[in-house]
């Protein structure tokens, strides 16, 4: 059985950690061994990278110093913990990937598709997951969530204004139009139990 490499995209609070725990539990209840990992993040070298990129002040980073840091994190994230993963057997969930940088810094921040996919050329090799999920939900909807969550008090990227976070969404959208076979967008809307059965219907034709 070929291990896969799985990813979960979407705006803030959508539901995307807690949809990442639920998956990794629904697919070792099928016998499947699972890593599950996040971007920033996921080894040590791309966790102390994600202190960089999410604290301090709002514009800490100039938009293309931040593209290179979440792509050097990647290169470490790829290297140190998704590639030895999969070839070990293991199926990876991966809460962000690849489409987060395209949709902040490329769409959203201004960088360009072009370039943060150069940047994940050098970085990583062009590494793609085999499928990605894009949790879907209204812009109201999906606020609410992050202001229960975070009490106000959002990082340094989810603190950006609705304009940046409406065109994030958009952006997310046009990929799954762009790469159907590889991005699906899934109603992140309901009850935790319904939006994990959309997910794995989502990748039916992966599973054993
Ligand atoms: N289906 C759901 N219905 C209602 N609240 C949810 C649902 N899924 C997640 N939440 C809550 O919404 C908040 C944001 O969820 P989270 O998984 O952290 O989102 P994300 O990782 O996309 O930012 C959390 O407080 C979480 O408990
Ligand atoms: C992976 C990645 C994340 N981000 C942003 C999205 C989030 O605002 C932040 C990660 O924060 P995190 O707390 O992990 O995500 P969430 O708020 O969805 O629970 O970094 C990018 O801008 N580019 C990227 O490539």
Redesign the pocket.
């Known amino acids: 059985m070929t291990a896969r490499f799985i990813s979960l995209e ?10 990442a725990r639920r998956l990794a539990d629904a697919l070792r209840a099928r016998g499947l061994d699972v890593l599950l990992t996040r971007e920033p993040g996921g080894s040590p070298g791309a966790e102390a990278i994600r202190r960089l990129l999410l604290e301090g002040d709002a514009n800490r980073w100039s938009p293309s110093a931040e593209a290179l840091l979440f792509a050097a994190a990647r290169a470490d994230h790829v290297a140190k913990t998704i590639d030895p993963a999969v070839a070990a057997g293991r199926w990876v969930i991966c ?1 962000r990937f690849l489409d987060s940088s395209r949709a902040y810094q490329g769409a959203a921040g201004g960088i360009g598709d072009a370039a943060i996919l150069g940047l994940h050329q050098v970085g990583s090799g062009g590494r793609l997951p085999d499928r990605t999920l894009v ?1 879907a939900l209204g812009d109201a909807d999906a606020a609410a ?2 202001d ?2 975070d009490a106000g008090c959002p990082d340094r990227i989810g603190g950006r204004e609705q304009g940046f976070h409406t065109r994030v969404a958009a952006a997310f959208r046009d990929f799954a139009r762009q790469e159907p076979d590889r991005v699906r967008l899934v109603d ?5 139990a ?2 994990t059965d959309r997910l794995l219907a989502a990748l039916a034709d992966l599973l054993p």
């Open positions: 979407g705006g803030e609070g959508v539901g995307k950690s807690t949809q809460d949790l969530r992050a229960a969550r992140a809307s309901g009850d935790e319904q939006v």
